[in-house]
Structure formats: structure tokens, C-alpha cells
């Protein structure tokens, strides 16, 4: 599916994949700062919100679903060749249950609504594993470079992920501290 909350506690290991980079980075964190003399580099990388969405399934909370009811329509003249049909989308089971009509089929207002809330569900449980990184950080002698790897559309100009040309999908964030 491509919405796919979990509850952690019966997941294989009781965990998930970020969670355990998260735990791995901190520890390591921890024990550099016993010996911060030495100069080091870590480079930690999360796979959400990449899909499928799969987040411990309390961020739903954080995130009411009334506040993504907003439906984005294709613009009339954009070309074929420009439209990105969202292939990604249309192969897991709960999108494909939906039969969206190829290629410019809408996704349900309802379904799309929820593609929001998971998408930002899934951003805040990064953002509070990256916090919890940031904690255990020597900030007065450490360089942190924050950055992404691509845009995620959802539903604007009536795409959804990452495959097209359109700002929303190209700008990722650079912060440097």
C-alpha cells in the first residue's frame, strides 16, 4: 500500500528502519564527544517520506485531515509530454484499488486528502528523529549540512511525486549550520 501507518511495537525487531539509523546515529554522536579532538564526518540519511508511507501511526495525530482537503486540477494546456502520470502511485495495491483512469485521471478528493496527511505525517516523524540527532550534537564545533534529494508533488498541477519538472518537485532544502 501506499499508505501504510504502523504501531512500532509489533513491527519485525519492535522498530523501523529510520528509527534504527536515528539510535545508531546518536550513540555514535555520544561517544565522539568523549573525544572530540578528533575531527569526523557522518553523514545520516532517512528513507521517509519516501513511499510507501510507513510512520509510527500516532503522526496521523499531529496532522488533521480537514486541513489537506484542497483538490489541484491539470492545466488545460500542458503538454503530454510534460505530464508525469504517477506510475509509482498507481502500482500499490490501495491506489490501484481506486482504478484511476490513465493518464490524467484524478485521484479521489478523499484519497488525495489522505496522500497529504501521511505525506506530512511521515515529514514529522523525520523531523522529531532528526531533532533527537541534533540533541546529543556538539554545536559549538560542529558543521551540519541539511539537504534532500528531490520534491514530492501532491497533487499540484494534478501530479503527484516526484517525476516532473515543476518547482515543487525540483526544490529541496540546503541548510547549513
Known amino acids: 500500500n501506499l499508505l501504510c501507518p504502523v504501531l512500532v511495537e509489533i513491527q519485525p525487531e519492535k522498530t523501523l528502519p529510520d528509527i534504527q539509523s536515528a539510535k545508531k546515529a546518536r550513540e555514535f554522536l555520544s561517544m565522539k564527544s568523549q573525544d572530540s579532538d578528533k575531527p569526523f564526518f557522518l553523514a545520516v540519511g532517512f528513507y521517509k517520506p519516501h513511499i510507501p508511507f510507513k510512520f509510527p501511526v500516532e503522526y496521523l495525530k499531529r496532522h488533521d485531515i480537514n486541513d489537506f482537503r484542497k483538490d ?106
Open 72 to 177: 489541484f486540477l491539470r492545466p488545460y494546456d500542458v503538454p503530454t509530454c510534460a505530464f508525469a502520470p504517477f506510475n509509482d502511485l498507481r502500482e500499490r495495491e490501495d491506489v490501484k484499488s481506486l482504478n484511476i483512469s490513465f493518464p490524467y485521471g484524478p485521484i479521489p478528493s478523499e484519497f488525495s486528502a489522505r496522500i497529504r496527511q501521511h505525506y506530512y505525517a511521515s515529514v514529522s516523524y523525520v523531523d522529531d528523529l532528526l531533532g533527537g540527532i541534533l540533541e546529543v550534537v556538539n554545536h559549538s564545533n560542529t558543521v551540519i549540512v541539511l539537504t534532500s534529494d528531490h520534491g514530492w508533488s501532491l497533487g499540484q498541477h494534478g501530479e503527484w511525486s516526484k517525476y516532473s519538472n515543476y518547482e515543487i518537485s525540483l526544490r529541496v532544502p540546503l541548510i547549513i549550520f
